[in-house]
Nanobody, 122 residues
């Protein structure tokens, strides 16, 4: 089992920045890629970004390229730096762990956190 706990979500104004974190614990978290997904009210869950073991092995959804940066401090901690936030970025952001690699496919992720709410006001 891998446990994931997200933190850092809050209310922020449009154009602002926010960094959210995910702490992993439990069984060999270093074997896993870590990713971020989000679910906005009334919408389907969507991929945001994912990272393997190196910064060069990071992948982003097109709608966040140039605005969001995913980084990994070690086996257990992943961050999502969100810049130039827009009201449409409002969502619950979920951290997930994947034994295969940093994919954009939610079904390849075995473990999920409870989510952290990010609200962007206009």
């Amino acid at each position: 089992q891998v446990q994931l706990v997200e933190s850092g979500g809050r209310l922020v104004q449009a154009g602002g920045s926010l960094r959210i974190s995910c702490a992993a614990s439990g069984r060999t978290p270093n074997d896993y890629a870590l990713g971020w997904f989000r679910r906005a009210p009334g919408k389907e869950r969507e991929f945001v970004a994912a990272i393997g073991w190196s910064a060069g092995n990071a992948h982003y959804a097109d709608f966040v390229k140039g605005r969001f940066i995913i980084s990994r401090e070690d086996a257990k901690t992943v961050y999502l730096q969100m810049n130039s936030l827009k009201p449409e970025d409002t969502a619950v952001y979920y951290c997930a762990a994947n034994p295969i690699g940093p994919t954009a496919v939610a079904t390849t992720y075995d473990y999920w956190g409870q989510g952290t709410q990010v609200t962007v006001s206009s």
